[in-house]
């Protein structure tokens, strides 16, 4: 059984890795890298608490690590852990710069490693829910998607999320925003938007707005810190109808409320989507369950060589490549292609497939 460590044992690492490593058949979570010890001793009796990450680089036991720090980390710990012949797993973003994740992707080619980033949002139940509405020609022929992640908080924090040049809204959801459209319809045409800092000591951006032109319909990215409440989640227009979903995915008020992968009711969402042609109320179209297992069941298979990478570094490139070209564009005032090489569009529509 393929040993994991851990390297993080804040949010990210607590309330999402942790437990759906632990919940996944055919892994074992061994180590966990910590400045806070007890913690982990507390929270995850019997396994054991590392103080830095070249502990795990430097045991030959462990097969993969998971790294759940702050963006700017990613990177460098990465390429530390490959060159140390470890699999990966990155909490999204997989780097700061284009640069940056072009490199790891290299270097993951050159070893003959698995790198995979966590996106855990493939498998939101809302977003299975969209899945199946356009598969099914529910509203026709789409003309356009929106894609909010909104957030009410007025406050600014001080903490490294909401500080530049690691930290911003758009660095922390577009990963998910971008990764999501992605994968439904492969690379746009342009991309183009606005960035901005709309709060009160703001010392990071904390909305956007960006577009993506695929020709014959358009995708709407929208995300904000100063969003009460009331907007959907989703809402995709069609030439038969419109269909709109409410609120977020149940998984991480789930865990955050102590609950565990496999529990009763995990994934489901009681607030159904739905459709509406041209009346007022809609009827309701209810959603899937949502499952974040399934990305740790796939790197589960990828390490076995059972099953394909998950989140390759290809589709990892790409999604780093919209979101650095969103941000030139809104310097810009003005849409902008991606800067892929024809190897890596061929390579991101090589994996491109169904989650």
Aim: some cysteine; hydrophobic content about 45%; overall charge neutral.
């Amino acid at each position: 059984m393929p040993r994991l460590a851990l390297i993080g044992h804040g949010f990210a690492g607590r309330t999402f890795h942790a437990p759906l490593i632990r919940s996944t058949p055919g892994l074992d979570l061994s180590a966990v890298v910590t400045g806070q010890p007890d913690s982990v001793r507390a929270a995850l009796p019997g396994i054991h608490p590392l103080a830095t990450p070249a502990e795990a680089f430097a045991d030959p036991t462990i097969s993969a690590v998971v790294i759940a720090t702050p963006n700017d980390t990613h990177a460098p710990l990465a390429e530390a852990a490959m060159r140390a012949g470890k699999h990966v797993v990155v909490d999204k973003p997989l780097a700061l710069s284009l640069a940056q994740a072009r490199q790891l992707r290299a270097l993951a080619d050159e070893r003959g490693l698995i790198l995979s980033v966590f996106q855990n949002r493939r498998w939101d139940s809302d977003f299975l829910g969209l899945r199946a509405a356009l598969g099914s020609g529910l509203i026709g022929r789409l003309t356009h998607l929106e894609s909010r992640f909104d957030r009410f908080r007025p406050e600014v924090p001080d903490r490294w999320r909401d500080r530049a040049p690691a930290g911003g809204l758009w660095l922390d959801l577009a990963p998910h925003l971008i990764d999501q459209m992605l994968l439904l319809f492969g690379l746009p045409r342009t991309v183009g938007g606005r960035i901005a800092a709309h709060r009160d000591g703001a010392r990071a951006d904390d909305w956007s707005q960006i577009q993506l032109d695929y020709g014959h319909f358009q995708v709407s990215l929208s995300a904000s810190a100063l969003v009460g409440g009331g907007m959907p989640r989703f809402a995709a227009h069609g030439t038969r109808g419109s269909w709109l979903k409410h609120g977020l995915d149940p998984q991480e008020d789930q865990l955050r409320a102590g609950q565990r992968p496999g529990d009763p009711g995990w994934g489901v969402d009681p607030r159904p989507a739905r459709i509406f042609c041209g009346d007022m109320d809609g009827r309701p179209v209810p959603v899937p369950a949502g499952d974040y297992r399934r990305y740790y069941a796939g790197f589960r298979d990828a390490l076995s060589g059972k099953g394909a990478n998950p989140v390759p570094p290809a589709q990892a490139v790409a999604t780093m490549a919209v979101l650095e070209t969103a941000v030139d564009a809104a310097h810009a005032g003005a849409w902008l292609g991606l800067p892929l090489s024809t190897d890596e569009v061929n390579a991101f529509n090589e994996v491109r497939s169904p989650a």
